[in-house]
């Protein structure tokens, strides 16, 4: 009787009718089946469960050894190809990296032939960005980057130069930059030390020569004022090895303010910048003048030293002319 039950109960499910058989005792209503997991937004190459990566076969007409032909038994090839899925993979890699060539993106590295003809220079160096003339790199300088006239013969050598070397513009602009920074850094240097050894030199020689030491500078350049046109001029701005000046040179300065108190011993009357010196006939009557009254500036003034001081050197002129 229980077989014959569960046969109509198999034959029910088989073949349903709009109206199902009732069952023959009531019994507790079964659990709900748990509710499928949502399906992913998008496909995965991983199973449903998860296990692992989905087996990818080679299309029929690729073989399955294609990288291994590909790169004909060299190792390094054979490396560099495991990273592509397919050969369609490396068409599109391949495709991509002209295309940058092609854009510019990508700048061509192969070297200019020795016999190179113009056409193929002018392509090289407009794929290289290379000006056709040097005068271009100088054209749109950097902001601040200015070539002075005294630099320009030397900047335009340094472009032509380049320019046979087919670099870029970038950086030949970039190499004058770098070039004139250094210089005016070096000036800079040059010109503290110019000013810092002037200023020794100077308390080197007040401290020596006290009240004496602008009649002493005064000599030295009135001895300059007799040298011919332009070397007075090649003296006072001479350097020594390290670019300070000569005349900053404390040792210098002496061997000058001896030089030209033998050779013009009223050199240090003589005011700056006045090669003809001062007329020695009409300072002396005026000393004189001077000297005779005992009440005057010659015997009893501030600068009465200094006035007898230079009646000694007036008079020690006069002897030596007369020899």
């Known amino acids: 009787m229980a077989e014959a039950a569960a046969a109509v109960v ?8 709009p109206t199902p058989a009732p069952a023959p005792a009531p019994s507790p209503a079964p659990a709900p089946a748990p509710a499928p997991a949502p399906a992913p937004a998008t496909a995965s190459i991983l199973d449903d469960s998860g296990a692992g990566e989905k087996q990818i076969t080679a299309p029929a007409d690729w073989p399955e050894d294609w990288r291994t032909k590909l790169s004909a038994d060299d190792a390094k090839a054979l490396k560099q190809l495991e990273r592509f899925g397919s050969p369609s993979d490396l068409f599109k890699s391949y495709r991509a990296l002209q295309q ?8 061509s590295t192969a070297a200019l032939p020795k016999d190179a003809t113009p056409e193929q220079i002018k392509e090289y160096r407009t794929q290289n960005g290379i000006p056709e003339t040097p005068d271009a790199y100088l054209a749109d300088l950097p902001q601040g980057l ?7 013969p030397l900047v335009d050598s340094f472009a032509k130069y380049m320019h046979e070397q087919n670099a870029p513009k970038s950086l030949v602009q970039a190499a004058i930059a770098w070039n004139q920074q250094q210089t005016e850094e070096a000036q800079s240097r040059l010109y503290e030390a110019n000013t810092r050894a002037q200023q020794a030199a100077e308390d080197e020689l007040r401290a020596e020569y006290g009240n004496e030491y602008r009649g002493n500078i005064n000599a030295i350049k009135s001895l300059l004022s007799t040298a011919p046109s332009g070397v007075s001029d ?3 701005t001479a350097v020594g090895p390290d670019g300070v000046m000569l005349l900053n040179n404390p040792a210098i300065a002496r061997w000058l303010v001896n030089l030209s108190r033998e050779i013009n011993p009223m050199a240090t009357l003589t005011p700056a910048g006045n090669g003809g010196g001062i007329d020695v006939a009409a300072r002396k009557a005026e000393l004189t003048k001077m000297a005779g009254d005992r009440s005057s500036d010659y015997w009893k003034g501030a600068n009465a030293q200094q006035l007898q001081d230079e009646m000694a050197q007036i008079l020690a002129y006069e002897q030596k002319n007369q020899k």
Request: proline share 4%; charged share 30%.
């Open 10 to 17: 198999e034959d029910s499910a088989a073949a349903p009718s």
């Open 100 to 107: 940058k060539v092609s854009s510019g993106e990508l700048k």
């Open 146 to 152: 200015v070539i002075g006239e005294n630099e320009k």
């Open 234 to 236: 090649l003296i006072s």
